[in-house]
């Protein structure tokens, strides 16, 4: 059974906090997801360290029931 939208921001929020979550079904069939994420913990970490937090935080459901999910991460930006 494929996750839906609010799960996984519910895993990455429960992980992080304080992070900006948009979830994008891709293909309208809840494999094929994007997720824009926002979060102060990615601050001067690279972008495949801030994926692997993101990979963390959903509990090794990335390639079972979570089939794609394209990554866009970012630290806030300073204003």
């Known amino acids: 059974m494929p996750m839906n ?3 996984i ?3 990455i929020k429960d992980a992080l906090p304080d992070a900006t979550v948009v979830i ?3 293909a309208g069939d809840g494999d094929h997801y994007a997720a824009r994420i926002v979060s102060e913990s990615f ?4 972008r495949v ?3 692997q937090m993101v990979y963390a935080a ?3 459901n990335m390639g079972g029931v ?4 394209a ?3 970012a630290a806030p930006d300073k204003g």
Do not use: N
């Open 5 to 7: 939208a609010r799960e």
């Open 9 to 11: 921001e519910q895993l």
């Open 24 to 26: 994008e079904d891709l």
């Open 43 to 46: 601050r001067g970490k690279s």
């Open 49 to 51: 360290q801030q994926h």
């Open 58 to 60: 959903l509990k090794g």
């Open 66 to 69: 979570l089939h794609a999910l």
């Open 71 to 73: 990554l866009q991460t």
